[in-house]
């Protein structure tokens, strides 16, 4: 199994961990995503950003999305 890092923010992935977020799915399905070249993973965190974003719950500046950032930082 290769490395995988957080693909907004750089943190390590492993495979135990997304496994167990994603239980209802084949482990040979999740073998494929995690192996797969053309696929980016978020970390759990990210990933919630990312979808409170998506569903309008939440937003951020046009700025700091310009950014590459999904974090708001006080």
């Known amino acids: 199994m290769k ?3 957080c693909f907004e923010c750089g943190k390590e ?3 135990s ?3 167990f977020q994603n239980a209802n799915l084949s ?3 999740l073998k494929k995503l995690w192996d797969h070249n053309s696929v980016e993973l978020y970390c759990c965190e990210c990933f919630k ?3 409170l974003l998506k569903k309008g719950i939440v937003s951020f500046p046009d700025d700091f999305i310009k950014k590459g950032k ?3 930082v006080e």
């Open 3 to 5: 490395e995988r890092y």
């Open 13 to 15: 992935l492993n495979w």
């Open 17 to 19: 961990g997304f496994k």
């Open 27 to 29: 482990e040979d399905y």
């Open 49 to 51: 950003d990312e979808m």
């Open 70 to 72: 999904t974090k708001i």
